[in-house]
């Protein structure tokens, strides 16, 4: 059989609330055009996020009911810690309530000013928990995993030669760690080979500095390298995905995306010492060792969740299911980040509409127009997000990229869901040129895509 069906049954379902064109329009001018703003409850198919918005499973829900919520040493801490080790092979395993606590901790104690820490593309929060701690955070991915049309597969790489530059220009001493983003979210959901991180983990060993992974999406990222890398189709995920571990010193991982579970965190690392101040303060900000701010009913959904991950035949639904959208949307002229990865869809906003200049934010215009045509809440990674006003000059900077994003949420639509979204896709494509540009009428200095106001021009 050649069609890919969803591995799974529903056995418990959440309406949808069908809304009208004219609804959506009140709405989103409630919101100020900004999707954020606007109630879960009106948006159709919520394609926000994959972070946090899987649906469980029956054993993870069972281990729900399960869970031990002892203070210390519950046994929910000892499955998760299992589960984990034999996932990981990691000597230290610290649970945290999301991937920026593990950011935290992680940068608390490695970063601050005068230190600089490469990756391929740091993700917002990795970024901003750096910078917090007063070091530097400097993007190296490859030169093709900054074009749209690129196919190479591994677009998430990093530039060898570009990490080698910078070690000799601010010194190994100044790197106190060198992360690698699996896949890479802020580069389209582009995976990263295994040749790659192993010639990044070489560069690091011979430059004595530690190697980390931010392993949200590590199973997608494997499985791709099932898929496409040379001479690795007959390896499991699992496999795979313990090999790149193996590879690391450590790891922050969000398990909202491939714990498959709504809430969690973890961190990870093989330094004794190191560990040791982490433990502190995990203690002191998220909770003891054995729960880190964590429910006993968490660590299990967790631990069942990790497990799930890397069934085969979820993952080649998982990934199919991705490039299914991303193929049907090239099909019909319109330009996405090819070739599809492994979380998300990422539509070129100014492709899709060349009539409206970056200053008056296409991608936002495109997250309006799909939300207001088909009730499909999307997200704008682009010049509302990333692009920043001078304080000094007035003058706004823009990303490289000017990208619509279409999460994915693991588990939670199916095959009709994802034709639903092509089909209004490809209809406002050829209406494209009434989407109408935006202003800004105000916006905090940072992080303001969450909370911007707009008016259409
Ligand atoms: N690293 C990556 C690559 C991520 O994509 C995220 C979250 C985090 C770290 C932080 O994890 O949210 O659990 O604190 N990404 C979400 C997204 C928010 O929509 O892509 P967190």
């Not at 699992?238 to 690391?248: C, Y």
């Not at 991608?363 to 920043?388: K, N, P, T």
């Not at 105000?442 to 008016?455: C, G, Q, S, V």
Request: with cysteine; proline share 4%; aromatic share 8%.
């Amino acid at each position: 059989m050649k069609t890919i069906i969803e591995p799974f049954k529903i056995k418990m379902i959440e309406p949808i609330k069908l809304t009208t064109r004219e609804e959506r329009e009140a709405i989103l001018r409630r919101a100020h055009f900004n999707v954020f703003q606007i109630p879960a409850e009106e948006v159709i198919i919520d394609l926000l996020t994959d972070s946090g918005t899987s649906a469980m499973s029956a054993e993870q829900w069972a281990g729900m009911i399960r869970g031990d919520e002892s203070y210390a040493g519950a046994r929910s801490w000892f499955r998760f810690e299992n589960v984990l080790r034999e996932l990981t092979g990691m000597a230290h395993i610290l649970p945290t309530h999301q991937g920026r606590a593990s950011e935290r901790i992680l940068f608390e104690l490695v970063g601050g000013p005068g230190k600089v820490i490469p990756s391929n593309n740091h993700f917002d929060t990795t970024r901003a928990n750096i910078e917090h701690s007063g070091a530097k955070a400097v993007d190296l991915v490859i030169d093709e995993g900054k074009h749209a049309r690129s196919r190479h597969p591994f677009k998430g790489n990093m530039d060898l030669a570009k990490l080698e530059r910078l070690i000799g220009e601010v010194g190994a001493e100044r790197i106190p760690v060198c992360m690698m983003t699996v896949t890479n979210n802020s580069g389209g959901g582009q995976p990263a080979s295994l040749e790659n991180l192993r010639a990044v983990r070489d560069v690091c060993r011979r430059h004595r500095i530690p190697f980390f992974l931010d392993a949200c999406r590590f199973a997608e990222n494997a499985f791709l390298i099932k898929q496409r890398e040379q001479g690795q189709s007959h390896r499991s995920a699992r496999d795979i995905a313990r090999e790149m571990f193996d590879l690391a010193d450590g790891a922050t991982i969000s398990a909202k995306k491939d714990g498959l579970v709504n809430i969690g965190g973890v961190l990870l690392m093989r330094d004794d010492a190191l560990a040791q101040r982490a433990n502190n303060l995990l203690i002191l900000t998220e909770g003891f060792v054995t729960y880190g701010g964590l429910a006993g009913r968490d660590l299990e959904a967790m631990a069942q969740g990790f497990v799930e991950v890397l069934d085969e035949h979820y993952l080649e639904y998982r990934i199919r299911s991705i490039s299914y959208l991303g193929e049907h949307l090239l099909a019909a002229g319109v330009q996405i980040v090819e070739p599809p990865g492994g979380h998300a869809i990422y539509i070129d906003a100014a492709a899709f509409c060349p009539h409206i200049p970056i200053e008056q934010f296409p991608g936002q215009a495109l997250v309006c127009g799909l939300y207001r045509h088909a009730g499909i809440r999307a997200v704008e990674i682009g010049s509302v997000m990333f692009g920043a006003v001078d304080p000094d000059t007035g003058e706004s900077a823009h990303p490289a990229m000017e990208l619509v994003r279409l999460a994915v949420p693991r588990r939670v639509y199916t095959q009709s869901h994802i034709d639903y979204v092509i089909e209004a896709i490809v209809e406002l494509f050829k209406e494209r040129e009434r989407l109408r540009g935006l202003r800004i009428i105000e916006a905090p200095p940072a992080l303001r895509h969450f909370t911007a106001r707009f008016a259409e021009i």
